[in-house]
């Protein structure tokens, strides 16, 4: 089987949820504005962490936690997998992983992994397969980071792609912020309305 069909898009679904991510945090402030607006509804989200973040701001991901969200790993410095050879890839990751344990039981480590940039070498991916891990991609890009497009084109990216078992990709960054900070309210709102569910991975 190709690597490459070992990562998980989207989840099909025949009920109304939808799985939030947000990548690169914690971020003081933006990550707090994010966990509240998930209160807010009830909502479940998956936050991939950048390891140096997570122990720059132990506090703030231990919130995460403790809100019932679900935990994945992003790299320990937000590493593109193309231009890093493998080794050093993995052990970033690992260093990452260990960061996330020595905050967390054990049993809440998910396992999950998303690759920064979504740029991963088959070989890298295949080592992380090998742990245990599981890819999760994204079928929505929010494109959030995208400083060319409006907070209103990061909107409709969202609400227009959006389908049942979609996962979509948000940042709880400084680069993000403004569009995230417009449109995720607005998609909270959206799609509560019409009956779907927010779930963690």
């Known amino acids: 089987m190709r690597i490459f069909s070992k990562y998980t898009w989207r989840f099909p679904s025949n009920k109304k949820e939808i799985f939030l991510t947000f990548d690169d945090g914690p971020t003081p402030e933006i990550t707090e504005f994010v966990l509240d607006e998930l209160k807010k509804y009830n909502a479940k989200a998956t936050f991939f962490c950048i390891g140096k973040n997570i122990k720059n701001h132990p506090d703030i991901f231990g919130k995460i936690v ?3 969200h679900s935990i994945g790993n992003h790299t320990q410095n937000h590493l593109k997998g193309w231009k890093t050879n493998s080794k050093n890839y993995i052990e970033n990751v690992l260093e990452c992983e260990n960061i996330i344990l020595s905050e967390v039981e054990k049993s809440q480590q998910f396992k999950l992994f998303r690759p920064p940039y979504g740029k991963i070498k088959k070989n890298q991916a295949k080592k992380l397969l090998e742990k245990k891990y599981k890819i999760i991609m994204w079928d929505v890009l929010s494109a959030d980071f995208d400083t060319t497009i409006s907070k209103e084109k990061c909107l409709q990216n969202v ?24 449109a995720l309210p607005i998609v909270l709102k959206e799609f509560s309305e019409k009956g779907f569910i927010f779930k963690a991975i």
Do not use: C, P
């Open 66 to 68: 403790s809100e019932g």
């Open 159 to 182: 609400l227009k792609n959006t389908t049942r078992g979609s996962i979509i990709v948000f940042h709880d960054s400084i680069k993000a912020a403004e569009k995230m900070q417009y």
